[in-house]
T-cell receptor, first 115, second 117 residues
């Protein structure tokens, strides 16, 4: 089945540690995105990548880093510089064209808790 | 700047009632796209509908319908004969097509819909 997978589903981190969240898609989409969701809030864009080996900062990139070495993978690292990392993280991907292919589809999310 | 407002933070209805979720948007783009997503308790965002700014036709899909009115910058979502499985957070989102904005979805803060049996 085509889709987006994120792992792990739940992640616990001690303060001062870096952690990496995985996002993989087999939809052959070129663009991939990372969003952060806080309770009672909408989604905020952290980073996005429109093509392999290229990525851009979103609205809240400070304290995060990404890489895009393969089309199907877009891992997100939450660094110790991120002051308030406890949140729900959602990965999305999008193809090109019109209609359904020009829509962001989301993975199941990773819930990160800093202890 | 783009903005999406979902004024209803929470709505509670009894099963079989009809319910409308409001969405008002702001954009300077002449070409833009509007979306609705559903987020059930599991957390994953499920795509419901995409509508472009040139198509003001209302759409119906089963118990779901959407009313797009450019004159009032609104894209409201109605669930007819609601069911308990409709309980979720619903997000409205906007994507413009000017400059560098065509990559980004701007989300409202969501409306939590609870359908009670």
């Amino acid at each position: 089945d085509g889709g987006i997978t994120q792992s792990p589903k739940y992640l616990f981190r001690k303060e001062g540690q870096n952690v990496t969240l995985s996002c993989e898609q087999n939809l052959n989409h070129d663009a991939m995105y990372w969003y952060r969701q806080d309770p009672g809030q909408g989604l905020r864009l952290i980073y996005y990548s429109q093509i392999v080996n290229d990525f851009q900062k979103g609205d809240i990139a400070e304290g995060y880093s990404v890489s895009r070495e393969k089309k199907e993978s877009f891992p997100l690292t939450v660094t110790s510089a991120q002051k308030n990392p406890t949140a729900f993280y959602l990965c999305a991907s999008k193809g090109w064209g019109t209609g359904a292919s020009d829509t962001q589809y989301f993975g199941p999310g990773t819930r990160l808790t800093v202890l | 700047a783009q903005k999406v407002t979902q004024a209803q933070t929470e709505i509670s209805v009894v099963e079989k009632e009809d319910v409308t979720l409001d969405c008002v948007y702001e954009t300077r783009d002449t070409t833009y796209y509007l979306f609705w997503y559903k987020q059930p308790p599991s957390g994953e965002l499920v795509f419901l509908i995409r509508r472009n700014s040139f198509d003001e036709q209302n759409e119906i899909s089963g118990r779901y319908s959407w009313n797009f009115q450019k004159s009032t910058s609104s894209f409201n979502f109605t669930i007819t004969a609601s069911q308990v499985v409709d309980s979720a957070v619903y997000f409205c989102a906007l994507r413009g097509e000017s400059g560098g904005s065509n990559y980004k979805l701007t989300f409202g803060k969501g409306t939590l819909l609870t359908v009670n049996p």
